[in-house]
């Protein structure tokens, strides 16, 4: 079965302390990982799209990495507007239009 | 504008009720989502249009609607609801299928069935 967890559920950091978190998908064939970023009571944010093994892409303090099982979004020296849910997708392989999401890290940076 | 609009932001309706939630993007965006989100859960996917057509309906019960009269609009018709229906609904659209480019999503319409 296609599944997406993401670990932690929930991180608190102090302003400038880095960090990761992790999305881990089974999919076969995967056609696109998504990160989207949301706020409470707000529709989730894109952020990224990676497609293949080995791909990064950054944004701001924010940078998103892939492997064959797994993305990372690393968060360089986080302020306190970064606190948020972050969200990982994956493109369902058996459907074009199908977008499974995870279940998504509470991120709360504290002052 | 790269903006999704959802209205109404906030909708009580009854059991008995019929209401409908409306979406309009003008973008030139040719697929777009409806999506139930429950409070501290992800988002689940229910219908997908594309090019206006529907091209996925995730199993969702009867009493949820779709209508995409034209490229910009989509509508979601509310009928006979649960109060276990109630949740965020949000919106989204991408440039084509697949949400492989960048998808936008509304701000949601907060529903509660009583």
């Known amino acids: 079965e296609d599944q997406v967890t993401q670990s932690p559920e929930a991180l608190r950091l102090q302003e400038g302390e880095s960090s990761s978190l992790n999305c881990s998908y089974t999919v076969s064939g995967l056609r696109g990982l998504f990160w989207y970023r949301q706020d409470p009571g707000k529709g989730p944010e894109f952020l990224f799209t990676?497609?293949?093994a080995g791909e990064e892409k950054e944004k701001e303090r924010l940078k998103a990495t892939l492997t064959k099982k797994e993305s990372f979004l690393h968060i360089t020296a986080p302020k306190p507007e970064d606190s948020a849910t972050y969200l990982c997708a994956v493109q369902a392989p058996t459907s074009y239009d199908k977008v499974i999401f995870g279940p998504g890290t509470s991120l709360s940076v504290i002052p | 504008d790269t903006e999704v609009t959802q209205t109404p932001k906030h909708l009580v309706m009854g059991m008995t009720n019929k209401k409908s939630l409306k979406c309009e993007q003008h973008m030139g965006h040719r697929a777009m989502y409806w999506y139930k989100q429950k409070a501290k859960k992800p988002p689940e996917l229910m219908f997908v249009?594309?090019?206006?057509?529907?091209?996925i309906n995730e199993s969702v019960p009867s009493r949820f609607s779709p209508e995409c009269p034209n490229s910009s609009l989509l509508n979601l018709h509310l009928h006979a609801l649960q109060p276990e229906d109630s949740a965020l609904y949000l919106c989204?659209?991408?440039?084509?299928?697949?949400?492989?480019?960048?998808?936008?999503f509304g701000q949601g319409t907060r529903l509660t069935v009583v």
């Open positions: 249009y594309s090019y206006e057509k529907l091209s």
């Open positions: 990676l497609y293949s």
């Open positions: 989204a659209s991408s440039q084509d299928r697949g949400m492989n480019t960048e998808a936008f």
